[in-house]
């Protein structure tokens, strides 16, 4: 079960490791004080029925998410510069979350998302490659669960491999809803070998670079632009 934190955590320019569940009420004023620091998030964070505001007074703040780590279900947003960071070559779990918060996925990082990931707050998720590791926004679900929706970006910033936000279960289609932008260069959108649906922005605007927009039967409903 999850961590009962009743008491007072209050970490100040330390580096926190949270290596057992917790749910947000672990995770917020008055149970947490946090001044500076690291936190890094290893487990599962259930975020149930709650809108978590990394940058509020007496929350959490920025948090690095490691392997083995997983937010589930509400809200995780950001009323300041507080954002979340997949560190490069850890894994995460985004299930059935609406993120309202800066993503950072650096080199090497897989992000996996069972259903549906919803952006909110204009959030922008960062996918970073250098050469020869790339980071993936991978979706599992099954036939046309596999949806990216509300309003946000996503932005590759690949040197010498692409980025990946894909569907990767067989059989399956990615919807990217209409609110959802991609851009920068080195990112590929969709699988070759599975359906996808954009009613987004697809948009390659660093010089130089390029966005690779793949799949079996793929439909475009949105804009394509360079």
């Known amino acids: 079960g999850a961590f009962p934190n009743t008491g007072l955590m209050a970490f100040t320019n330390s580096t926190t490791n949270i290596q057992t569940s917790v749910t947000s009420a672990n995770l917020s004023s008055p149970f947490i004080n946090r001044s500076g620091g690291t936190v890094n998030l290893s487990s599962t964070w259930d975020n149930t029925g709650v809108v978590s505001d990394l940058a509020a007074a007496g929350n959490l703040g ?3 998410l490691l392997t083995g780590s997983k937010i589930v279900n509400g809200t995780v947003t950001s009323s300041g510069a507080a954002g979340v960071t997949v560190l490069a070559f850890n894994s995460t779990t ?7 918060a800066p993503l950072s996925a650096l080199s090497g990082a897989t992000i996996t998302v069972p259903n549906t990931l919803t952006l909110s707050n204009n959030a922008t998720m960062n996918l970073a490659t250098t050469c020869c590791s790339a980071s993936a926004l991978n979706f599992t ?3 046309t669960t596999p ?6 970006t996503i932005v590759g910033s690949g040197v010498s491999a692409p980025s990946f936000v894909q569907p990767t279960t067989a059989g399956a289609t990615l919807t990217i809803g209409a609110g959802i932008t991609l851009r920068g260069a080195g990112l590929t959108v969709g699988n070759a070998a599975l359906g996808l649906v954009n009613q987004g922005t697809v948009n390659a605007d660093v010089a130089g670079g390029g966005i690779t927009v793949t799949g079996t039967n793929w439909a475009n409903q949105g ?4």
């Open 62 to 64: 920025s948090v690095n």
């Open 147 to 152: 949806q990216l929706l509300g309003t946000g």
């Open 223 to 226: 804009t394509l632009t360079a």
């Open 141 to 143: 679900g099954t036939l």
């Open 94 to 100: 985004l299930d059935n979350l609406t993120l309202g």
